[in-house]
């Protein structure tokens, strides 16, 4: 990485404390990451991007705002990043995966909560995360109790906008949220300048839908057995989703397929068990338990969290000729998702068992995030659902501490025997 002190300097950020994570990543990716054996060359291009975390693109982030731009910071797949890019701002996703971050969280918060939104809170508060101090302004919204309730801590450091997200989705919820979409259209006009026009939306859903059918393209090629990737390097592909610029990010993506593409066509083989991951967000540098699954005999061929196909599945229209058609065509596509904040969510059951089928899984691992209340409810009609259709599940509850991870190894090792 360059020196790009000089510019965290200018965003305010603890130095000291910056160096103690830098000095870290590089040598948890590499026995992560560089360590796998036989990684496609495309994923030179994403070892880049992480390589320059909290360089190149910060200053792509900043040269953007010294030519009048703005950046914006989110923390849910539901707020639509089509209004942002329309506004001709940058989206950032700001949700932290690092245990790095825990104990600056839980100074301003209580203990016992989930470790991403302690992480997150503690990445703003402690001053070490570059997109974070990039942020003109971070948009919240209410999904479950936790950051509903974080917001309010974090709107003393910045400037916040919380979006109403409805838990249900009667026809009167689709009419609620087409409101908050209005509302955060003008609030992102007001912030930016930029007025959100007809054009520049649905060019905005463009590349937004691009984006989601090369992540969908990577996902299909991981239908095949072996796999052509490995699951972490899937995994990082969707974290650095959330930062990249998304037309090169689409471009480098398509390209990676391209060789995948030729990898299927020269695989051999039986390949490993095939597992599916289900639950809450894996953030950047959360890789804990695909680093477990496949330092053993198995493979994730499918993540269904928001880190996977909560993300891309399902594309917004680009039909329409007015805002209000647009409008309707996003509400359309984002109220899809499967989270499990909505009540009922059968949805997302039903998309479990339909992965189970297109991808051949063998196996389920239910990822929970300690303290995550949503989810690990959930668990009962997932594991209801799987077991009568016949497919092995296993529940693991943890943070993004270290301390847990053999005794997660241990279980896991006796999961994979037993399918
Ligand atoms: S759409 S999963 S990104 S809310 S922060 S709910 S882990 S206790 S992140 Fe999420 Fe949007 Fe839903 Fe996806 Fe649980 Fe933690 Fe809450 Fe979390």
New binding site residues.
């Given amino acids: 990485m360059g020196d790009y002190r000089e510019l965290w300097k200018s965003l305010d950020m603890d130095l000291d404390k910056h160096d103690q994570l830098c000095a870290v990543l590089p040598e948890m990716f590499g026995s992560v990451y560089l360590s796998q054996e036989n990684r496609p060359e495309g994923m030179n291009y994403f070892n880049f991007v992480f390589s320059e975390v909290h360089g190149l693109r910060i200053k792509e982030l900043n040269d953007h705002k010294s030519n009048g731009g703005k950046v914006l910071g989110t923390?849910?797949?539901?707020v639509p990043d089509e209004v942002i890019l329309a506004a001709n701002a940058i989206s950032v996703g700001l949700?932290a995966g690092s245990q790095f971050w825990v104990e600056d969280g839980e100074k301003h918060l209580p203990r016992n909560?989930?470790?991403?939104?302690k992480a997150?809170v503690g990445a703003k508060v402690s001053g070490t995360c570059p997109y974070f101090q990039s942020c003109d302004m971070i948009i919240g919204?209410t999904?479950?109790?936790?950051?509903k309730k974080a917001w309010e801590i974090l709107e003393d450091f910045v400037p916040v906008h919380v979006m109403d997200?409805p838990q249900m989705k009667r026809n009167k919820d689709y009419a609620m949220w087409m409101d908050e979409i209005k509302l955060f259209i003008d609030k992102v006009e007001e912030l930016t300048g930029n007025k959100v026009t007809v054009e520049a939306l649905k060019a905005a859903i463009k590349v937004c839908n691009n984006k989601r059918r090369a992540l969908k393209r990577l996902y299909d090629l991981r239908k095949f057995t072996p796999s052509p990737i490995s699951g972490l390097d899937s995994l990082l592909i969707s974290q650095i989703a959330f930062n990249d610029d998304p037309v090169r990010f689409t471009e480098q993506l398509n390209a990676l397929c391209d060789e995948l593409d030729e990898r299927v066509k020269a695989a051999q083989g039986e390949g490993k068990k095939r597992i599916m991951i289900t639950?809450?967000?894996m953030a950047i540098p959360n890789w804990k338990l695909h680093t477990i699954i496949e330092g053993l005999p198995a493979e994730v061929v499918v993540e269904e969290?928001?880190t996977g196909t909560?993300y891309f599945e399902n594309e917004v229209s680009e039909e329409g000729e007015t805002i209000e058609d647009l409008i309707t065509n996003l509400a359309d596509r984002y109220l899809g998702?499967n989270?499990?904040?909505f009540t009922p969510n059968t949805g997302r059951i039903d998309d479990i068992l339909r992965y189970v089928e297109e991808y051949k899984v063998d196996g389920v691992v239910y990822s929970?995030?300690s303290?995550?209340?949503?989810?690990a409810v959930e668990y009962k009609k997932v594991e209801e659902a799987l077991k009568k259709a016949g497919i092995p599940v296993i529940n693991i509850e943890t943070d993004y501490s270290s301390e847990d991870a053999g005794q997660i190894k241990t279980r896991v090792e006796a999961f994979l025997e037993m399918i």
């Fill in positions: 923390f849910c797949v539901f949700c909560m989930c470790p991403l939104i997150a919204e999904t479950c109790d936790g950051k997200l639950g809450t967000p969290t928001c909560r998702i989270c499990a904040c929970n995030l303290f995550c209340h949503s989810y």
